[in-house]
């Protein structure tokens, strides 16, 4: 139906098996040189906390974490996008940090971009620094040297 031919193999998505005799195993992935490492996600692919969604405690990870629900806790990942109807209370540590819903707390970060509807409310120590118009910030903004 509709051009695509059936097949009942497992979803191409998932599993690669075009490198299979290169010598490279599944390295370039995140995944291991055992046979049937395939299988694992690509880790470009974002992590996300969807709107309705609560999570108390920490998170730690490598990657992108998008954050639509609410989390009070640490996180500490490479890049976090706080959505505008996102919400993060707490400590967080990571390359990037984008805010266009709502944070509360301490944060490190190398970037920090807060959007025209966001709100921030604690401290946080950046190295490059865009806010645009009517951002809400309460608190202290902190160039690292």
Avoid: W
Wanted: charged share 25%; proline share 2%.
């Amino acid at each position: 139906m509709f051009g695509k031919p059936k097949n009942n193999s497992v979803d191409e998505d998932f599993v690669d098996s075009s490198d299979a005799d290169d010598g490279k195993g599944d390295t370039q992935r995140g995944g291991s040189d055992s046979a049937g490492a395939g299988f694992l996600l690509d880790r470009s692919k974002p992590s996300v906390i969807s709107e309705g969604f609560t999570l108390q405690g920490d998170i730690s990870a490598k990657g992108v974490l998008h954050v639509e629900g609410f989390i009070k806790g640490t996180v500490s990942t490479d890049v976090v996008n706080i959505g505008p109807r996102g919400a993060i209370e707490g400590q967080v540590t990571s390359k990037s940090l984008h805010v266009k819903g709502a944070f509360v707390g301490t944060a490190v970060c190398d970037e920090l971009f807060i959007a025209s509807k966001a709100r921030v409310v604690g401290r946080i120590t950046y190295r490059t620094v865009a806010i645009q118009r009517g951002a809400l910030i309460e608190g202290e903004l902190v160039h690292a040297a």
